[in-house]
């Protein structure tokens, strides 16, 4: 007699958030809640006027945080998911521009770190990167734009040739290099190359969120690029995939957000405010288990576009939620709360860049779409 096969259950919806608070307890999450709670948050004001400070850069060094995704025999931690995720909570909800700087880093470390398990000789620049020795700044998100606005790559002897525009680039006067992702438009194929920072030229933006991060318009100009600093080369279809794999999901940040909102509001004299946070604190621990659960569908899958109707839409609902709570809170201020010195405007700020922040066509569709919805829910 034959057994029917027992499959084993579905993790429930709330183990990855779970794993993440467990993350708590770990060495690169206790330094990072301590610079969060000393250093950054306290400053965060300031930094929002005056810039990230490269005090902040080499404090977030000296905890461990520029290199946690690398090896271990590189003098990394090799942080797993669920302490990355942690990690962009805590930092993003202390100080969103310094959190921005080192969101353009973090996951380039990550990149890097793959391409040193699997063999690759990587050039001494790469190498100071794992030491957690450089800041990478990131060009990445233009290739979302091609063939309208794009940063170009010719191939040429023992390299590349990359012209063009990078819309964004935080960190600037911080960043060494840069990690830029140009398209070569016959081959149709995206090219990731490091730069030094010396390459480029820059526009300030003059942001009016996170304008502390440093973030420039940076440009390159017949910059040559050997092969030795060309990290991969992939079909230009591989990387949209690759992308639907991140910027349909709800991310930590948010969620590192949202929770230093619920503590300012539940801190305010008026108790209307502690009605709010009470209201909102069980909604946020949703989507924030939904969403890690999703990404991690994703990751499991290995198929950018899995389940991405559901992923959009628990984002969607995550930065309605943030603008929300970042309302409530202006509210709660009264006029204060549009004061330069009153944190309340900081993250009414913040809520606003997160709302486009890694925006592709999926995204602003969803959210459009979701937005016209509204109306004939009144």
């Known amino acids: 007699m034959t057994t029917a096969p ?24 206790v330094a990072a809640r301590t610079l969060a709670a000393e250093v950054l948050r306290p400053a965060a004001l300031a930094t929002d006027r005056d810039g990230v400070p490269r005090s902040h850069v080499d404090a977030l060094a000296a905890a461990g945080l520029l290199h946690h995704a690398a090896a271990t025999t590189h003098g990394g931690a090799d942080a797993g998911r669920s302490v990355d995720r942690r990690l962009h909570e805590v930092l993003a909800g202390a100080c969103f521009s310094t959190w921005l700087v080192w969101a353009q880093h973090a996951p380039q470390v990550a990149r890097l770190a793959g391409l040193a398990a699997a063999g690759r000789r990587l050039p001494p620049l790469a190498a100071a990167v794992l030491r957690g020795h450089v800041l990478l700044g990131a060009g990445v998100s233009d290739v979302r734009r091609f063939p309208e606005r794009y940063v170009a790559a010719r191939r040429a002897t023992d390299g590349w040739t990359l012209d063009g525009e990078l819309s964004w680039v935080s960190g600037w006067g911080l960043n060494d290099a840069v990690t830029v992702e140009a398209v070569d438009p016959v081959a149709l194929e995206v090219v990731t190359a490091l730069v030094p920072a010396g390459d480029l030229d820059t526009v300030p ?78 909604r946020i621990a949703t989507l924030r288990s939904a969403a890690y659960t999703l990404a991690d569908e994703v990751t499991a899958t290995g198929v950018g576009g899995h389940r991405l109707s559901d992923r959009l839409a628990t984002k969607v609902a995550t930065l309605d939620a943030l603008g929300v709570l970042t309302r409530a809170l202006l509210a709660a201020r009264s006029g204060r709360g549009l004061a330069t010195d009153d944190t309340a405007q900081l993250h009414a700020r913040s809520a606003l860049f997160a709302l486009v922040q890694g925006q592709n066509d999926d995204v602003r569709h969803a959210q459009l779409t979701h937005l016209a919805g509204l109306a004939g829910a009144r």
């Open 205 to 282: 933006l003059g942001l009016a969120a996170v304008a502390g991060s440093r973030t420039e318009r940076a440009r390159l100009d017949a910059v040559q690029v050997p092969d030795s600093h060309v990290l991969d080369t992939v079909p230009l279809a591989a990387w949209r995939a690759r992308d639907l794999g991140v910027a349909g999901d709800a991310r930590p940040h948010h969620f590192g957000l949202a929770a230093t909102v619920l503590e300012e509001l539940e801190a305010a004299a008026d108790p209307d405010a502690h009605a709010v946070a009470r209201a909102w604190r069980p």
């Open 6 to 29: 027992t499959s084993r259950p579905a993790p429930s919806l709330s183990d990855a958030a779970e794993a993440v608070d467990a993350a708590d307890t770990h060495p690169l999450v």
